[in-house]
């Protein structure tokens, strides 16, 4: 199989997600007390949650060198391009469906780009999350855990028995120290969320800098790139550099937005990554 | 900090007569009906500048003082020249008549922190909010001089310059002489002391209306130009000037 990733390759990533990287010391439960190296994974009840995530490994490996070897090749750990289509649950990436400089631009934030709610709110529209549960309120803040609470509110399911619209998407040990997203899953496309660290907006003179307190949303589009829609802005697939979002936690999101006429910055520096969510497939309708 | 009671809101503009005598308990805009008693802006000395900033309109527009004319502002009358000027209703002479200048050279007053200030709000989104996800809460005034200027701007100008563009938040006291001469002299360029915001959720509609701020959050946003504040629809960012 063309996509099939070395045994080796798949032992390696998974034995390494469990060793300290300062330390170098591997995870004891995967040490055998009698060599000191490490130990096999059995079938027993014990290693069931080692095997889940070897298996979780070894598919998203085997995603990227898919990816990858479309793209024209790439090195196996690395998030690589994807042709259009490569991730069907995602929507595609519509610019020109965004940017209208006028109904649909300017009644459309992150928020509403990442849930792809692209009408039905007000002019000037801003939809937050939580104005759809209504649990956007007076003690709202913009730290990822409360943030993430009120969209996982606005996803929960209308009735129970429904599935979700929107999930948190955790990341295995092995995605989280190499910075890479969770695995698909079906039905589902993936959204990250960012926040600025600072919570109170900070003006420096010296520079002529407006440091604004905010957070930020991308999305996986169908061809495995990320894109986002700063604010009544444009919707775009660039990062703070310019170049092509591949991978939402590593990118550049140190946004400048220069003003000539008042020669004033604008920084918004999304530098505390909090999280993926699933969305479901077509997306979810945000806003109050 | 917790600002969950840092801000209160008093929606003034009655949008249907038929609400009418409700909106009036409330307050604010209904001029003779109803009064909001719990009023406080930062300068109490604020009708002095606000009637010098009338009085320069007038000669600018060219009215001849109305007889009769005499009463002080009331608080309230804040919101309802506002509401004129933004709709370009308003009737030269019908609100002050000529009063001696001002003392315009006073200190940029201070704030306690633990005091509750009002200040006005209106619906306009500051230039940077075309950036940001968060909601656009408005432009503030702490001094009600500025909120009729900005009013006027756009109204009578036909822009929305509406957000005072200064070096620092002293600057924006004293300079309100110059303005006043520049406006009786009819050489008032509003591009020079305001910059361009973008419409609100009004649509252009400003909806001047009177918030409630604690002097600590007041003195941050003196500091930024720019802040966070907490609203019953969660937080919102709230300009109260642009740095130059």
């Known amino acids: 199989m063309a996509n099939k990733v070395p045994m080796s390759d798949i032992d390696n990533a998974f034995y390494g997600s469990y060793t300290d990287p300062k330390t170098g010391k591997l995870d004891s439960r995967l040490v055998d007390p009698k060599t000191g190296k490490r130990r096999p994974l059995t079938g027993n009840a014990a290693d069931a949650e080692f095997r889940k995530e070897w298996t979780k490994i070894k598919k998203h490996l085997e995603e990227e060198k898919k990816c990858a070897a479309k793209a024209g ?18 929507p595609p990436y519509e610019p020109a469906k965004w940017n209208d400089k006028g109904a649909v631009q300017n009644s459309t934030n992150c928020y509403a780009y990442a849930m792809n709610s692209r ?47 929107i999930e948190s998407a955790p990341q295995c040990p092995y995605q989280k120290q190499n ?19 600072i919570t109170k907006d900070k003006y420096d003179p010296v520079t002529k800098t407006y440091n604004t307190a905010d957070y930020h949303w991308y999305r996986q589009d169908d061809n495995g790139n990320w894109s986002g829609k700063p604010g009544h802005d444009e919707a775009s697939d660039k990062d703070a550099s310019g170049k092509t979002i591949t991978n939402p936690e590593t990118c550049d999101r140190d946004e400048k937005f220069f003003d000539p006429k ?18 479901q497939k077509g997306g979810a309708q945000v806003g109050s | 900090m917790n600002f969950d009671t840092d801000i209160e809101r008093t929606r003034p503009r009655r949008r249907s007569l038929l609400y009418l005598p409700i909106l009036c308990q409330l307050a604010v805009s209904c001029r003779g009906q109803g009064t909001r008693t719990n009023v406080s802006f930062v300068d109490p000395n604020w009708r002095a500048a606000v009637e010098g900033l009338l009085a320069a309109f007038d000669v600018s527009l060219g009215s001849k003082p109305a007889a009769g004319v005499a009463k002080s502002l009331a608080d309230n ?4 020249i506002c509401s004129e000027m933004s709709l370009r209703t308003y009737r030269a002479g019908a609100w002050v008549s000529p009063q001696a200048a001002p003392n315009w050279n006073v200190s940029p007053p201070q704030l306690q922190r633990q005091a509750t200030y009002t200040v006005v709000a209106i619906d306009a989104a500051d230039p940077l909010s075309q950036h940001y996800s968060m909601r656009s809460g408005g432009i503030l ?10 009013c006027y701007n756009a109204g009578y100008r036909g822009q929305l310059l509406t957000l005072p563009q200064v070096a620092d938040w002293q600057e924006a006291w004293t300079r309100r002489e110059k303005i006043v001469q520049s406006i009786a002299a009819k050489k008032y360029d509003p591009k020079k002391w305001f910059i361009e915001c973008l419409p609100g959720s009004g649509g252009g509609d400003l909806r001047p209306e009177f918030l409630s701020l604690a002097g600590e959050v007041l003195g941050e946003l003196r500091e930024s130009g720019l802040g966070n504040l907490p609203t019953a629809r969660g937080l919102a960012k709230y300009a109260l000037y642009f740095r130059r």
């Open chain 2, 141 to 150: 005034f702490e001094d009600p001089f500025y909120a009729i200027l900005a």
């Open chain 1, 262 to 279: 008042t020669g004033v910055t604008q920084r918004l520096n999304y530098d505390r990554f909090c999280g993926y969510f699933y969305v």
């Open chain 1, 119 to 165: 009408t039905g709110h007000p002019a000037d529209g801003r939809p937050q999350p939580g104005d759809k549960s209504g649990t956007n309120g007076p003690g709202s803040t913009n730290t990822c855990p409360d943030v993430t609470s009120r969209v996982l509110a606005d996803g929960a399911p209308a009735k129970a028995g429904d599935p979700a619209s």
């Open chain 1, 73 to 90: 090749g790439g090195k196996v750990g690395l998030v690589a391009a994807c042709p259009p289509g490569a991730k069907p649950d995602s």
């Open chain 2, 77 to 80: 009358d804040v919101l309802a």
């Open chain 1, 179 to 197: 910075q890479l997203p969770p695995p698909d899953k079906k039905g589902y496309y993936l959204v990250a969320l960012v926040v600025t660290s």
